[in-house]
Each structure stands twice: as C-alpha cells, then as structure tokens.
C-alpha cells in the first residue's frame, strides 16, 4: 500500500547533526526516516517540515531557509530515487516514475517575519503547506498549548481566548491564492475557529489526533474534526505517544499501532473516512515506538485493516485521501 506522510521533522535532525560535526544524509542514516526506510516502508510521498523554534534564539528566517537549504541538497544528491514536487501533476510524475515524492512545508509561520513578500518567497523556493503556529504566539496567532513553557504541563491547557490576529487573516487569504496548504497543527483553540471563518479552501492538521480520546491540547475537538472534514480537509494521525494516549510519565510511554488505529476510528466516526490521513511526526518524536521507523509503515495498513477498516479505506487513510487534497490545492 503506498504511503503519503503529512509531517515529518528529518530535516532539523540532518541539520542538528551537521551543527554537532556529524555528516547525517537521507540516503542511510540512523533516523527514523531515510531512502532506504521509506522505499522498504512503501512511501509514496513524504512532506518535510523546514521547522523553527521562535524560543531557541536563532533567527527564524535564517533556520527556515538552512533546513530548505539541505531539502534542496539531499533531494537532488538522490534525483534517482526522490523528487521535490510542487504540483499535483509534479506527485503523479514521480509516482509514475517510481520516485518519492518530496513536499516542502513550514512548521511555524513566524519564519516569514509577519511580512507578505517572505511568504510569497517561501511559495517561489517550493515551499507549499505552512503552520500558522508551533507553540509560540507569533506576529500571526497563538498556538494551541498556552502551558508550553511550564514544567508542571501535563496535557497543555488550550487556549481558547486569543483568535487571529489581523496579519494572519491576511496570511491566509495570500496562502489560498498562492496554492499554499493551510496546516492548524499547532494553532490554539480560538485561532481554529477564526480560521475556519477566513477561510474557503480545504485545510488541514498535518499531525494531530482526537482530544475526546486523549486529552493533549495538541489534539482537536470533535467540533474542530467536524470542520475540517465539512471542508473537504484531511487530518494525519501522529505517531507520538503523548498525544496517542493519557500518559503521566513520557518517557515510559509507548507509541503503538493499536492507539493508532483508535484515533482513526474515532475520526470516522465524527469526519467520516475521507479526513484521516498519516502525520508520523518522525525524527520529532521520542524513540519508543512500536513501529519504530519509516521502514514499518506496511505493519500500520496491516493493522488498520484488522482494526476494522476495508481495504479500500486503508488506502484512503494511507494515501488516498491526501492526494485528493493535493489535486485541489496544489495547481
Ligand atoms: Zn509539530
């Protein structure tokens, strides 16, 4: 079954690597993702998310354009096994071709410094899906976990008060005209909702679960389930055991296709089948993991199907239901 990831965070560890002297490729590596992991895993598509960490002092444009920097080095040092896309037409060449595909995407849409022109830059360097949001208010809007920097945070506490502010609205409706995917992981309770106001296009959670199941403010209401699959969007299921299920002690916790499967059934219970989607959350996630690499991924088709679902909806789960959102979106 072919495999299409909505997240994965395997550029900041080839970069984090390359900062401590180590010489970490795509081709093999120790990670959770590589070549040779996705071509045994069956993968189709891989999104890779240029990721900024607003707390961590760097400058946020500056890290944005390092890690597309190395998608752009280590996609053409392996053009004969995978391909950066930029179109719907771009996936259906490299699937033809037999190649990966390779979507570029944002996590943090604080990278584009509040300012248009950048963001319109990022689309023309390929970059086509952004975050508004990750866990820090930005000159956009406010994410969803407003406990982030506490130690006493177990689940996060949602914030439900602060809704966009005025250059996120403005963001949005530039991101639709542009072609770029509108992504809500990340993004607090009220910035949710404001969003689905300003917004017509489908959008997505690129790696998020259900908070009815798992109480972490990084997972979605059923209401906010319910609007993104009423707009046609898709939500990929993160592999990250904290978001999986209740757990005291992360460390401990153990990531498995079971809970997995749970948050699907849940999510096609409230969206219907044609939400859910694959959001590994590799390379950004802690290492205990019942399908511990890219490599695993056909033991999760497996597992859906005994899980209850058809074969024909596992393979809307698995890639289906994302490429029909990059044929509406990605022109
Ligand atoms: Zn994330």
């Given at each position: 079954?072919?495999i299409i990831d909505?997240?994965?965070?395997?550029?900041?560890?080839?970069?984090?690597g390359?900062?401590?002297?180590?010489?970490?490729?795509?081709?093999?590596?120790?990670?959770?993702?590589?070549?040779?992991?996705?071509?045994?895993g069956?993968?189709?598509?891989q999104?890779?998310a240029s990721?900024?960490d607003?707390?961590?002092?760097?400058?946020?444009?500056?890290?944005?354009?390092k890690l597309?920097d190395?998608?752009n080095?280590e996609?053409a040092?392996?053009?004969?096994?995978?391909?950066?896309?930029?179109?719907?037409?771009?996936?259906?060449?490299?699937?033809a071709?037999?190649?990966?595909a390779a979507?570029?995407s944002?996590?943090e849409?604080?990278?584009?410094r509040?300012?248009l022109s950048?963001?319109?830059h990022m689309?023309t360097?390929?970059?086509r899906m952004?975050t508004?949001?990750?866990?820090?208010?930005?000159e956009?809007?406010?994410p969803n976990?407003?406990?982030?920097?506490?130690?006493?945070?177990?689940l996060?506490?949602?914030?439900?008060?602060?809704?966009?502010?005025?250059?996120g609205?403005?963001?949005?409706?530039?991101?639709?005209?542009?072609?770029?995917?509108?992504d809500?992981?990340?993004?607090?309770?009220?910035?949710?909702?404001?969003?689905?106001?300003?917004?017509?296009?489908?959008?997505?959670a690129s790696h998020?679960?259900c908070?009815?199941?798992?109480?972490?403010c990084?997972?979605?209401?059923?209401?906010?389930?319910?609007?993104?699959?009423e707009r046609g969007?898709?939500?990929?299921?993160?592999?990250?055991?904290?978001?999986?299920?209740?757990?005291?002690?992360?460390p401990?916790?153990r990531?498995?296709?079971?809970?997995?499967v749970?948050?699907?059934?849940?999510?096609?219970?409230?969206?219907?089948?044609?939400?859910?989607?694959?959001?590994?959350?590799f390379d950004?996630?802690?290492r205990?993991?019942?399908?511990y690499?890219?490599s695993?991924?056909q033991?999760l088709?497996?597992?859906?199907?005994k899980?209850?679902?058809?074969?024909d909806e596992?393979?809307?789960?698995c890639?289906g239901n994302?490429?029909?959102?990059f044929k509406?979106i990605?022109?």
């Open positions: 079954m072919n909505l997240h994965c965070d395997t550029l900041s560890e080839i970069l984090y390359y900062e401590r002297g180590e010489d970490i490729r795509l081709a093999s590596n120790d990670l959770h993702i590589s070549l040779d992991k996705m071509e045994k069956g993968y189709a598509l999104t890779f990721f900024v607003l707390g961590s002092g760097v400058d946020p444009l500056v890290h944005c354009l597309i190395i998608f080095r996609t040092a392996n053009s004969d096994r995978i391909t950066p896309v930029r179109s719907y037409a771009d996936i259906e060449a490299a699937m071709q037999g190649k990966i979507l570029l944002i996590e849409g604080g990278a584009c509040g300012e950048v963001l319109r689309y360097l390929g970059v952004m508004l949001t990750w866990n820090y208010e930005n956009l809007a406010y976990d407003t406990s982030y920097h506490e130690e006493s945070r177990h996060g506490i949602p914030d439900k008060e602060r809704g966009l502010k005025d250059r609205i403005e963001f949005l409706c530039e991101m639709e005209r542009l072609g770029i995917i509108v809500v992981s990340h993004l607090g309770d009220a910035c949710f909702f404001d969003l689905v106001k300003h917004t017509t296009k489908p959008f997505i998020s679960n908070r009815s199941l798992v109480g972490h990084r997972n979605l209401t059923d209401d906010m389930i319910r609007a993104i699959a969007g898709i939500i990929g299921v993160n592999y990250w055991a904290s978001v999986l299920e209740e757990v005291q002690n992360e401990e916790a990531s498995r296709i079971e809970f997995m749970a948050h699907m059934k849940h999510m096609k219970k409230i969206g219907g089948i044609d939400c859910i989607a694959l959001g590994s959350d950004g996630i802690t205990n993991l019942e399908m690499d890219a695993c991924l033991n088709c497996e597992g859906i199907v899980g209850g679902f058809t074969e596992a393979e809307k789960i890639s994302a490429l029909r959102l509406e990605l022109k």
